[in-house]
């Protein structure tokens, strides 16, 4: 693989994973889905303690789907990118911080500091995600209810 190559595949792996976190604050699940491979592995329990879970691509964006559409809003920023190439494989960390709102009685707004630790393959010349495990380290800041609201509240959406 050449320097350029190799750059362009390091720009592309980022790039896939912006559109990531971009997907997930527009509330763009057709943009979800496009950027994932056929199966897709969940680990966020070193952050909700949920167990790992291996998903379908429609099943991983109906998941973060239930999750996100209760929130206001949301909007996840990363730094401290790393990005390891393999071939076909893409190894991309980072620091995220992801603040979310969805209006309640008290403090209506959660903020996370954590690590992505996403795993990418490359399919059709495209990178997709292959796996996102989110590992938080530190405490929540604000309401660390406000998962349980937001799910509450597009709930409610989805039933009217």
């Excluded at 559109?19 to 680990?43: H, P, Y």
């Amino acid at each position: 693989m050449t320097d350029v190559n190799r750059l362009a595949d390091r720009v592309a792996v980022a790039e896939t994973v912006a559109r990531f976190a971009w997907s997930q604050d527009l509330k763009d699940w057709e943009g979800l889905r496009a950027i994932l491979a056929d199966t897709v592995t969940m680990d966020v329990s070193e952050h909700l303690g949920a167990p790992s879970r291996e998903l379908s691509a429609d099943d991983f964006v109906a998941t973060s789907r239930a999750v996100l559409e209760g929130f206001q809003s949301t909007h996840h920023s990363t730094s401290n990118v790393v990005v390891e190439l393999e071939g076909d494989h893409a190894a991309y960390r980072s620091f995220v911080v992801a603040y979310h709102h969805v209006p309640a009685d008290e403090v209506d707004w959660l903020v996370v500091r954590a690590f992505w630790h996403i795993d990418l393959r490359r399919v059709d010349n495209e990178w997709r995600l292959r796996r996102v495990r989110v590992v938080r380290k530190a405490p929540f800041a604000g309401n660390p209810e406000l998962y349980a609201i937001a799910k509450a509240s597009a709930d409610k959406a989805v039933e009217k």
